[in-house]
């Protein structure tokens, strides 16, 4: 889901980094998949979502999955 990609956004902003060259291309794809798959509109309420999501939330919910 889109809202993981904004969860993990916050994570990689909160310690100053990026995927490694070697994995960009592969984020890069699949952030266009799920944009394709959900519509633009649907991507960013949800990316945007994960963004605002509390840490231990995220963790919380990543767990019961």
């Known amino acids: 889901s889109s809202r993981w990609f904004g969860v ?8 100053a980094t990026v995927p490694e060259v ?14 394709a798959r959900l519509g633009i509109e649907a991507f960013d309420a949800s990316y945007a979502e994960g963004r605002r999501m509390p840490l231990e ?3 919380a919910e990543a767990a019961d999955s």
């Open 8 to 15: 993990a956004a916050v994570l990689r902003d909160e310690v």
């Open 22 to 35: 070697a994995n960009q291309r592969e984020y890069e794809d699949q952030l266009d998949v799920t944009r």
């Open 57 to 59: 939330s995220a963790m």
